[in-house]
């Protein structure tokens, strides 16, 4: 596939073009640094360009998020952040004000149901919410099995069926939500990528059009797979879950392969995408 070749950068002004980001696989692997991903980073922060990282995982809060990155020598801030937890408490909060919920996860999903006037509680709520956990015990799940077949409603962060560690895969938040399914017979409605309900409210907090939007990522099921859905630009780096091979078998393909975020420009990226969409 081409790379992007500009012979001039252009920024409109009253038209920015942003960045929708991945994290693991595109920005480190585990607890290293892809090499470049600190200069992408910092070319997009010295052109003021809008970006979030979008992450999948709802187990760090915004705040955790900044900490790890800040230590991989990425210097952004909580404002850069979007999360699945985020997402999924936002839709809630706006499905159902000041509801409850039963939860599955970890801090970085209890936070965000917190800051969205959710109560926690282990009888009768209005959702059971579903996130990563390293803690999950069978007795949990026999609890959420009970209220989603007394009438709670099963939210899932994400399907992603696992979560790559240092030591290797682990079960992800859609593991967990299988089983919740095929016990209940029930169906999650999930809020994280590739769904629409959190990669068009990632770019509507960044105030960009689908056409001004690039996503980069590393997994054609979920950070391509979206972009695409929503008419944005989309970028694929081979540099965490997916190999150039595997692409014959997607019916969808990315604008640009990479083989890590080190070959991107986010200047170029940035005045190509914005005269094409012009």
């Known amino acids: 596939m081409p790379a992007y070749a500009p012979d001039s950068v252009v920024f409109p002004s009253t038209a920015p073009h942003g960045f929708l980001i991945d994290m693991d696989g595109v920005i480190y692997r585990g607890s290293e640094l892809i090499p470049g991903a600190d200069r992408f980073i910092a070319d997009l922060l010295a052109h003021d360009l809008p970006f979030f990282f979008l992450t999948n995982n709802s187990q760090r809060t915004r705040r955790d998020v900044v900490a790890k990155l800040r230590r991989l020598g990425i210097e952004v801030e909580e404002s850069h952040i979007f999360t699945c937890a985020m997402a999924t408490a936002r839709f809630l909060a706006d499905q ?50 009970r209220m989603v077949m007394g009438g709670a409603k099963l939210i899932a962060t994400n ?17 967990i939500v299988a089983m919740l399914e095929t016990a209940t017979g029930r169906r999650a409605f999930s809020v994280g990528k590739p769904s629409a309900v959190m990669m068009r409210a990632a770019r509507k907090e960044l105030g960009l059009d689908a056409s001004r939007t690039t996503m980069i990522g590393d997994t054609m099921e979920t950070d391509i797979l979206g972009g695409v859905q929503l008419g944005y630009r989309t970028i694929l780096v081979l540099s965490g879950g997916t190999s150039r091979e595997d692409l014959a078998a997607f019916a969808y393909r990315p604008d640009l392969v990479v083989a890590s975020i080190a070959e991107l420009s986010a200047a170029e990226l940035a005045g190509i995408a914005s005269s094409k969409a012009g």
Do not use: W
């Open 96 to 145: 159902k004000p000041s509801g409850t919920a039963y939860v599955i996860g970890e801090g970085g999903l209890l936070n965000a149901l917190h800051e969205n006037g959710y109560a926690i509680v282990d009888h009768d709520p209005d959702y059971v919410v579903v996130g990563e956990g390293r803690t999950v015990t069978f007795e949990m799940v026999e609890t959420a099995v």
């Open 159 to 175: 399907l992603d069926p696992n979560c790559p560690t240092q030591a290797g895969l682990r079960p992800g938040c859609g593991a």
